[in-house]
């Protein structure tokens, strides 16, 4: 597994997180394949996205957050670490009510109390791995290709027509014609390429590789795209099987989560709808230790006193412990795929906080470029992502 694992695979898990669930069930079943399009192009923006913030990482020395106070001074890397650290709380507010949910539907638990479960799993693996990376690396990956077999499976059940799932792939003006279709979208967009990855992935793959900076960067890209591939896989597999469903059940009406879930028994067997809720169970732990690491390292910088990433660690679950119970006490089961989708548009709005300053750092940081084209690219997708948000704003 070392051959093909490496710290790409902890970026990955953030792509196909409960939050990435609720958007691509919720526009399989809405829009049927009309959106997978919007994924593709995610997924391959996402990939790019990804290695320049590794880049970044690897020649400056530093992570993104660090080079917001190196470059942009005290008071505007406290703010974009702030950004950060709102990014990660609706990052981990998915992670929580996906995982509570995985536990209800598999063994009924009150999702109360997966939600606290969430918080004591997490921290006891991180305890576990905190001086062994390639161990929490490796202990990723295997549950990883448990998703990705489980959905494979499913996929090989539902069988969806591939004349219509090639169809989806070709970009469509319906975003701008439909404005749930655009909120959906931009919520597709925030679930792949997540505020919350770029900062983690600048942190976590200094120093992982050997050789030269460029060696390390361009190994490093080498095992972003593999990683991140996979990823795509179980995104655009979560669209499939919403559409499929919906095509036997009724297209056009939008469902969570749980509606799947239910609907997998009469479609294909009950067998299929239980690894179903195996794979949420395992995208959910996933997603909740790639976050929490992300937020430890948001917490060195904004807390007056350096803390152990141990107790950053419990701090920032706990921080997101409290908006998914209240969430769940106000709103109950019944509105828990509609807070997922929410939770992914807001990373949505939270990307040009990330974006814009990562424009700047190439600007001073000329060793990481890529070269004319990769920049234009980095642009072109900064610019495009931005200009989307500022749409919804707008039209809302």
Known sequence: MRRWIG???LVAVGY???GNWATGIE???RFGYALAWVILLSSAAAILLQIAAARLGIFSHQDLVGLGYSLL??????????TALVAIMATDLAEVLGFALALHLLFKLPLEVGAVLALIETIIVLYWTAHRPQLLEHIV???TLGILGIFIYELVLLKPPLESVLRGFVPSPLIFQDREALY???GLIGATIMPHNLYLHSAWVKGRFYGSLSQQAQTTA???AWSLSLAFFVNIALLLTAAALSAVHGAGTAWGIEDAYRLFEPTVGKLAGIAFAVALLFAGHNATLTSTLTGQLVLEYLLPQRLSSFWRGLLVRSLSLVPALLALTFWGKAHISEMLVL???LLSLQLPFVLAPMLYFFHHIRSAAFGQVGQLLVWAISLIVIGLNIFLLWTG
Do not use: C, K
């Open 7 to 9: 710290p790409g695979i």
């Open 16 to 18: 196909m997180d409960p």
């Open 27 to 29: 526009s399989g079943s």
């Open 73 to 82: 001074g005290r008071r505007v890397g406290t703010f974009l670490a702030l």
């Open 141 to 143: 990956g295997a549950l």
């Open 184 to 186: 959906l979208a931009l």
């Open 222 to 224: 080498r095992d972003t």
């Open 343 to 345: 939770s992914q548009v």
